[in-house]
Every structure is written in C-alpha cells, then in structure tokens.
C-alpha cells in the first residue's frame, strides 16, 4: 500500500515556525490578533481625534486644538456632572449592594423555602430592557404614580409629595435594576464560606444577626467590595436611567451631557462629546485598574482548603419564614410591581395612573397597534436579527480566542487582553468611537443594521470570553492529546473534540451575549437610523414622545418572548453547572 507524501510538513510547518519565531505568535495568533485590532484601533483612533480636531459640516477633520478639552475642563458644568455621577454611582451601588447581600445570604446561607426560585427570577429579570424597567418605575413613583396618589390620600395633600425626577429617584430605580445581576454575582461569595464558621460562632452564643454581621459579611469582604467597584463602574457609565429620570430634573451627569452634545446640538459638538468620552474613558480604566488590583488580593480571605470542608445551610427554625416573606416583599417591588404597572399601562387608551375608572376602560387597542405597525414589527424583526447575530458572531469567535489563551499557544495571552479592552469604553462612549468611524467610511455604512451589529459584537467580546474560557478550562487536555496522537490536526481536534465538550457554555454564552444586546440602549442610540430601529432604543423613543401606553404594550409582548429565551437560558446553565451565580 502507498502513501502520499504530505507537502504540508515539508513546507506550510516550517514556515509558521519561522513566523511564531519571529512575531512570537502562531500565525493563527498573529490573525486572530490582526482581526480584533482591526475593530479596536479604528475606533479609538477616531475618538482621539474627534476630541483633538474640529470638525466640517461633511464630518472630516480640520484644523489640529486643544480647545475642547479646555472647555471640558474650564466649565464648571463638567465638575457638576461628574459629581452627579459619582454620587449617583455610590447610591445606585449601595443600594444594589444591600439588596443583593440580603438575597444572596437568605438563599445560599439558610434554608428558607422557595429560595431557589430567586434564581430564576433574576435570570428572567435579564430580558427586561433597561429602558422598560426605568420607565415602569417612572410610572409607580411618578406624579400620578399610586405611590404618590397613596400619600396624598393618606396625607390629604393636594399635590404630589414625591418627586422622582431627581438624584434619589436616580438612586433606587438603577439600584433596584442592578440588585438582580447583584444576587447572581454574590450567590457564589456566599455559597463557597465554609459554614464551620458561622456554626463555631452560633455555638458560642451568637444570634444569626450577630454571625451573620461578624461572621458571614467578613468573610464575603472581598468579594462584596470588588462588587461594589464594578457595579459602582457600570452605574457610573450607565446611560438609560440619567437620560430618562436625571435629564428631566435637570440632574445631568457624564453620559447625558455626551448624548446631548450629539443629539440636541446642530450641527453636533463632536469635538465636546469626544472629548467627554475620553475624560468618562479615563475615569473607567483607572476604576478597573483598582478593581482588578482588589481581586488580586482575595486569597487571604479564602475558607476552602480542600480539608474539612462541607457547604451547609443555616437553620433559621421558625425566623425562616421570615426570610420567606422577606424574599415575597423583594420580589414584589422588583419584578411584580414593574411589570404589573406597564401591563396595566398596556391596556389603557392613555395614562392617568391606577384609578377606580381606568379598570373599566381596558382595551387591546394598543396590542393591536403594536401588531398591525410595520415600523414595531420591523424593531422586533431589527433586534432579533441584532441579538441572535451579535451572539452568533461572538461565541465562535471568543471559542477559538479562549482555547488559544487557555492552551498558551504563542502570544495566545494577547487573545485574551485584547477581547478584554472593550471593557474600558463605557457603551455611550463605544457608540460615539463606532459613530466617528461609521461617518468616514467611503461608502453609505452608518445606519445600516450591520454597523449596529459589528458595535455590538465588539461591546460584547469581554463576557464571551469570559463563558468560553470557563468552558474549555473543563476540558481536560488529555483528550485533545489522544486527538493528537491519533494523527488529527490541531483544526480537527478544536472542531471535533474542543467545541462538542464546550457546546453547553456555548449555548449558555449565546444567549447571555442575545439577552444584554437586545436590552441596551446606550451604544445603540448614537448608530440606529430609520430602517434599523431596535426595540429598545422604540421604547426610548416613544416615552420621549409621550406615547406611554404604546411603549407599555410593546414592552410587555417583548418582555414575553424574553421570558422565554431566559427561561430557556437559566435551564441549560443549571442542567451544565453553568449558571452566571
């Protein structure tokens, strides 16, 4: 029997060790890397100079200054908004923080009953859109909200006692919004204390108010404040609530007075907004610098040795139907009474709050509206095709990016920092850099749904790679060795062995990457146009315009089909052990 001699050895192998030799990368690397430089640098590029050059009417650069940066810095209004901002951080953190701790403790520290439904609660809370949350809460706290209405009748006041439109309405609906993402991300701080602990501390006569302040939290200390700085970034960079509750009470921070230097100048002041940008930019990098440098520092906080330990629950006795009902009470406020209000809303010829009268003037006009319009069937349509391409883009992508980094393949490390750097650009920010970039391409491109997809695609290259390194650090290299030796090549062994054994975090990352690009807004805003309207940024669009029981009823059949791809979402993370808690 004859063989046919392999020309591959002979040429293709000794030439990509020359090129690994020389670059330090593999060329597979050296492509991989080339690709995301080429989504990265662009529109970095771009934002620097918009910040550094002013700007014709037909969008090119002209003259060379430093005259927005002085204005930034001069203006008295930058240093008001960035203290709004900061302020507006720390609250929306703190209180996030409070009801994450207590959920987070109450279900993986006790055994109080129906605690593992949080779970799915909260995962279903990831397909509501932030718009819709916001604006759900606007209408419960708002003037003729039932909070206000149940005041004035109990006070027998003539005007509404609560103003939400200010920084403390900013605070509890952004810090209601994140409590959700906050359980998930504590539930496994909790989970991993040994409860030798809390059990030495209780047999020495300490209550479960006591263990749990002295015990419990300490032992959570590193976790709980690495929390607080990356959700105290992610408030400070958030968009939707400022826009839709800070802008109208006139309480603007960063992110707003981006936006608005865009969209409510003419011609826009690019220049102010990229320079903005870049002072926002600079804030989130030192922020995360200081949030990876506290998790560094959480091994001496570790209890798991390996030795002893056993994960147990508290009994609460008679105090855990308590903890039940407390867990009803969140419940209620954060998932029952936003989505009760906007399906109320939803079946209304037009707002007026909850009365007695409203009851009895239900209709399905709106429903049917939202069925019959072509402009909503095609933002459905857009942010179907938005999500399901940006995660179909993101997971493969950051699959072979992942087993590269984890394997340590030559210069495979950069893989991971470099899908890692989107991080650093709030999405107001990402939206402006992709705006700049999309405006001086030498064929129509802004507008288009494709230029919405790519800038999603990038934002969200940091949690792809993230759930597929999870996933192939499972993957034990035994088995791509007997691939190997087999006589399968490096591309046979990732397709045939790598991403069969991943397919669980990479049916979990998809629809993770699906559920937070079809409920943005901030990085959508800035790039949709007439015929790539998406569903959040309609809804954003029809509470400035008043429409408010359209928006509701709009809400509520999105909110639906989301339900079900989270439900979908939380079952095959917890049937693979690769649920986000």
């Known amino acids: 029997m004859t063989t046919r001699p392999e020309v591959w050895d002979g040429s293709a192998a000794p030439m990509r060790m020359s090129v690994a030799r020389r670059f330090g990368v593999s060329p597979l690397v050296g492509i991989l890397i080339a690709v995301l430089l080429v989504f990265l640098v662009p529109p970095t590029i771009y934002l620097v100079q918009t910040s550094l050059f002013t700007t014709n009417f037909d969008g090119s650069f002209d003259q060379f200054t430093f005259r927005f940066y002085l204005e930034l810095f001069t203006n008295p209004r930058f240093f008001n908004n960035l203290v709004n901002a900061s302020i507006y951080a720390v609250g929306s953190a703190a209180v996030a923080l409070t009801l994450g701790v207590l959920q987070a403790w109450i279900v993986e520290r006790t055994n109080t009953p129906l605690r593992h439904y949080v779970f799915l609660i909260s995962i279903v809370s990831l397909g509501i859109p932030s718009v819709l949350y916001t604006v759900s809460f606007l209408l419960i706290l708002g003037k003729a909200g039932p909070l206000n209405l149940l005041l004035m009748e109990l006070t027998g006041s003539t005007t509404p006692l609560l103003n939400v439109y200010s920084m403390w309405g900013m605070v509890i609906i952004e810090g209601i919004d994140f409590a959700p993402l906050t359980f998930l991300l504590l539930s496994s701080v909790f989970r991993s204390n040994d409860a030798s602990f809390e059990e030495a501390s209780m047999m020495s006569g300490a209550g479960i108010a006591q263990t749990f302040r002295h015990i419990t939290l300490r032992l959570a200390t590193p976790g709980i404040m690495a929390l607080l700085i990356l959700i105290f970034i992610r408030a400070f960079e958030s968009f939707e609530t400022p826009a839709l509750v800070g802008r109208p009470g006139n309480v603007n921070v960063l992110t707003t007075e981006i936006y608005q230097s865009i969209q409510s100048t003419t011609p826009p002041n690019y220049g102010q907004a990229g320079a903005f940008s870049m002072a926002l ?186 759930y597929s390194y999870a996933g192939v650090l499972q993957v034990h290299r035994e088995l791509e060795e007997a691939s190997a030796l087999s006589g399968a090549r490096q591309a046979t062994t990732f397709l045939r062995v790598v991403v069969p054994l991943i397919t669980p975090a990479l049916i979990t990352c998809w629809l993770f990457v699906f559920l937070l690009s079809v409920k943005a807004v901030a990085a959508q805003i800035l790039l949709v146009g007439p015929k790539s309207q998406v569903i959040a940024v309609t809804l954003f669009d029809l509470w400035e315009n008043g429409q408010v029981t359209e928006l509701a009823a709009m809400g509520v059949t999105w909110m639906s089909l989301m339900t079900v791809v989270s439900t979908i979402f939380y079952l095959i993370a917890r049937r693979y052990g690769l649920s986000i808690r």
């Open 281 to 466: 930019m600079l804030i989130v990098i030192l922020l995360l610098v200081w949030y990876n440098r506290l998790s560094r520092h959480a091994e001496k906080y570790q209890t798991i040795t390996g030795k002893g330990f056993r994960p147990r629950v508290m009994d609460l006795g008679k105090w855990r139907f308590l903890t039940a009902g407390l867990l009803v009470l969140l419940f209620i406020i954060m998932i029952g009474l936003p989505v009760g209000i906007v399906v109320y809303a939803s079946f209304l010829p037009y707002y007026e709050g909850v009365t007695a009268k409203s009851f009895t003037q239900f209709t399905l006009a709106n429903y049917a509206q939202v069925f019959n319009s072509q402009s909503f069937k095609s933002s459905i349509g857009n942010t179907l095709i938005l999500g399901a391409a940006t995660a179909s883009l993101v997971c493969p992508f950051t699959a072979l990016c992942a087993w590269l980094a984890a394997r340590r393949h030559r210069g495979a490390w950069i893989l991971d920092q470099l899908a890692t750097m989107p991080l650093i650009f709030p999405a107001i920010v990402m939206g402006v850099a992709f705006l700049n970039v999309f405006l001086h391409m030498p064929f129509a491109f802004y507008g288009s749904l494709l230029s919405v997809i790519l800038a999603s695609m990038v934002r969200y290259l940091p949690y792809g790679m993230r």
